[in-house]
């Protein structure tokens, strides 16, 4: 029995009858030999951090563009917090650690630079539109790896396309809305719990909002603090998700409207905050500039793959693969004067 074989046998001995099992994967597109020692879940999890796209998440923004400070989250950080929301709900509930944690370090694959002003701008510039959860699906299967994708598991790539709600139900009434696992409907709810939390405590740390703003009977529900709001959180996916006997990822009425509560106030005081609309309006520019730029000589960026698809949907790509700081530089260098070479 090699390495992996036992700790496929391993997880139908400890792990919860509801669990999606690695040796129960629905498989790949392009069918792989299996590996000696690590399991399909756990090849898709390393994929995933090796890949380019998830390095870039680290100069990409979360809330605040350019911050000064060392401590505000960016994409990268964000997506570390998911994935350590989820494994902790993941353990407690006894289902597939690697799995959860795959599907949320791949979940933000697709995000635009610039934050949610960056995704809001590349949806009005693109004629079929944009939405990042749809392009996080799509770097795995045909962007990553010169075109080739990572060829993960129906599982994890179920996860990340349906891992976003928006301004929806955190947890869906609707199946046909979230993901087929257990596991990824943990990442769904761990994704709101982290944005949440670090986002508030973000806009604290840049005085874009006082304690004081926060509704108090919403300090009252989930405390005054960072940890504690998460502690009680996660408590209640758990909890509430053994009422249901993991028929489902549940939260309680009481928490889900308070959390649905909160990141309406984080919309109206700190995505897209007033005094913040011009800077908004900067990044704006940058996108529709360097996509009118690239749309008219592709040779300067654009990739040939993948094959078929338009050069408006490749320029897309190539725009939402950015970082902040490479959309920065791009746009200084073919829109900025240079001082002419002396003769």
């Known amino acids: ?8 046998a391993f997880e139908k001995e400890t792990l919860h009858e509801k669990a999606c ?6 498989g790949r597109e392009r069918s792989e030999k299996f590996h000696s020692i690590r399991t399909a879940f756990q090849r898709d999890r390393d994929r995933i951090i090796h ?17 000064f400070g060392d401590h505000y989250r960016t994409r990268l950080t964000h ?14 509930l006894e ?16 995000h635009t ?17 944009f939405t990042h959860y749809k392009q996080s699906l799509r770097v795995v299967e045909q962007l990553e790896y010169e075109g080739k994708g990572l060829n993960l598991t129906y599982e994890v790539r179920d996860g990340i396309f349906k891992h976003s709600k928006g301004k929806g139900a955190i947890l869906s009434a609707n199946k046909e809305d979230m993901p087929a696992t257990l596991e990824g409907q943990i990442v769904r709810a761990s994704d709101v719990i982290a944005y949440v939390n670090h986002d508030i405590d973000d806009a604290l740390r840049a005085g874009v909002i006082k304690a004081t703003d926060i509704p108090e009977h919403l300090v009252d529900l989930f405390g005054k603090w960072h940890a504690f709001r998460i502690d009680k959180m996660v408590k209640d996916v758990v909890e509430s998700s053994l009422k249901v006997g993991l028929d489902r990822i549940a939260m309680s009425e009481e928490v889900a409207e308070g959390v649905a509560e909160l990141r309406e106030f984080l919309y109206e005081k700190v995505y897209f905050n007033p005094a913040a609309s011009a800077e908004l309006r900067k990044t704006e520019k940058i996108m ?9 000589n592709p040779a300067d960026l654009i990739k040939p793959y993948p094959d078929g698809d338009s050069l408006e949907r490749r320029v897309g790509d190539a725009i939402a693969g950015m970082t902040d ?14 001082s002419w070479p002396v003769l």
């Not at 099992?21 to 629905?26: F, H, I, K, P, V």
């Not at 997506?79 to 407690?92: C, G, P």
């Open 21 to 26: 099992l690695s040796s129960a994967s629905r």
């Open 79 to 92: 997506t570390l917090e998911v994935s350590q929301i989820a494994r902790t709900i993941a353990k407690a």
């Open 1 to 8: 029995m090699s390495i992996r074989e036992r700790i496929e």
């Open 325 to 338: 700081l490479y959309a920065l530089r791009l746009y200084e260098m073919f829109f900025f004067p240079r």
């Open 288 to 296: 529709a500039d360097l996509f009118a730029h690239l749309m008219e």
């Open 113 to 129: 630079p610039f934050g949610h002003a960056g995704e809001n701008t590349l949806d009005s510039l693109l004629s079929t539109g």
């Open 51 to 67: 890949c380019k796209s998830f390095r870039r998440l680290k100069h990409k923004t979360q809330v605040f563009m350019a911050p």
């Open 95 to 110: 289902l597939n650690e690697d799995l959860t944690e795959a599907i949320a370090l791949g979940h933000d694959l697709g």
